[in-house]
């Protein structure tokens, strides 16, 4: 496998009434992980990139971290940094984030 982890942040865009993740609010999350991921070193091992719909626009901006299949929602760019620390380089979900389908 090339990546450890992978991250997929949903950045598609749909019209109201649904939320959803959109594209301006995705891209800054990519962009923030990407930084996040640079910032520790961890550029070649994790992933993080834009995806398509996730199917959790009610719960936008969520993302879906890979291998596990962990999804996340209502995730802002504050949250990054404990999503890379706790999740990407230790193994531990954040709760709160998590979403349980």
């Given at each position: 496998m090339k990546f450890k982890k992978h991250v997929f942040i949903?950045?598609?865009q749909k019209d109201a009434p649904k939320k959803s993740c959109g594209t301006e609010r995705g891209l800054e999350l990519v962009e923030t992980?990407?930084?996040?991921?640079t910032k520790h070193g961890l550029q070649k091992d994790i992933r993080a990139q834009r995806a398509g719909c996730l199917d959790a626009c009610a719960f936008g901006p969520s993302l879906v971290v890979y291998p596990e299949g962990t999804y996340y929602g209502n995730v802002q760019p504050s949250?990054?940094?404990?999503?890379?620390?706790?999740?990407l380089i230790n193994d531990q979900p954040v709760e709160r984030l998590k979403l349980n389908f």
């Open positions: 949903c950045t598609n992980f990407k930084q996040e991921l949250d990054v940094a404990e999503i890379v620390e706790s999740h």
